[in-house]
């Protein structure tokens, strides 16, 4: 299985400002996936990030508020842009490190983002 | 797209007792997998069992199994002698097994969850 660290596990911003997460695999895999959590709520697919190429993203979300990075097969970002309060979610990376199928994914252990 | 259902927002359970999470989905895919996960405090999502479409027996790990009724587009879990480390947030998740345009087809997509208490 794949060691998924992401960082920050918490932050607290201000309104306007943008955070990056970082999310690093112990492993080289070829899904890294982003999600988010809103408060109560369950996950929702933000984007695919896809190693060499832009990411692909869920409908809802756009590439100007939430740009990604995958710079190679075990590390990606996540930028959280210009945030506003309803920003304030669990983010989630997770991975597929066996690609596909019935492999279940591997999540890291999210970035509580509070947003004020 | 698909969509996966889970209608008890809340569910409680006397230790070393049995519960039932209940869970539907909706596809017109006929090959795909199933799986339930739990997020406890911690907000690790760890992956309690799994399950593939084209297999009739119901997948059991230890005190977890499911009843998978593909037919009625069903998949409960099933916790049996219940402990308190339980006790968390069970979310269904569905995944395609040949998804058109693979990339962010092969995502999981959750139910709501259903927060399981485990009590003493």
């Known amino acids: 299985s794949a060691v998924i660290s992401q960082k920050p596990s918490r932050d607290i911003c201000q309104r306007g400002t943008s955070l990056t997460i970082q999310c690093q695999v112990d492993?080289?895999?070829?899904?890294m996936f982003w999600y988010r959590q809103q408060p109560g709520q369950s996950l929702t697919l933000i984007a695919t990030?896809?190693?060499?190429?832009?990411?692909?993203?869920e409908s809802g979300f756009v590439i100007d508020k939430f740009p990604i990075s995958r710079p190679n097969l075990t590390f990606s970002t996540l930028t959280v842009s210009n945030m506003s309060p309803e920003d304030s979610s669990i983010y989630l990376c997770?991975?597929?490190?066996?690609?596909?199928?019935?492999?279940?994914?591997?999540f890291g252990n999210g970035t509580r983002l509070t947003v004020t | 797209a698909q969509t996966v259902t889970q209608s008890q927002p809340e569910m409680s359970v006397q230790e070393a007792e049995t519960v039932t999470l209940s869970c539907t989905y909706d596809?017109?895919?006929?090959?795909?997998?199933l799986f339930w996960y739990k997020q406890p405090p911690s907000r690790q999502m760890i992956l309690v069992i799994r399950?593939?479409?084209?297999?009739?027996q119901n997948a059991t790990e230890n005190r977890f199994s499911v009843n998978f009724q593909k037919a009625a587009k069903s998949f409960s879990l099933k916790i049996s002698d219940s402990q308190l480390g339980d006790a968390a947030m069970y979310f269904c998740?569905?995944?395609?097994?040949?998804?058109?345009?693979?990339?962010?087809?092969?995502?999981?997509?959750f139910g709501k969850g259903t927060l399981l208490t485990v009590n003493p």
């Open positions: 997770s991975v597929d490190p066996q690609g596909g199928g019935n492999s279940p994914l591997h």
């Open positions: 492993s080289q895999v070829t899904m």
């Open positions: 990030a896809n190693q060499g190429s832009e990411a692909t993203y």
């Open positions: 596809t017109s895919e006929s090959d795909y997998y």
């Open positions: 399950q593939e479409a084209y297999k009739q």
């Open positions: 998740a569905y995944r395609s097994a040949n998804p058109q345009g693979g990339g962010s087809n092969y995502k999981l997509t």
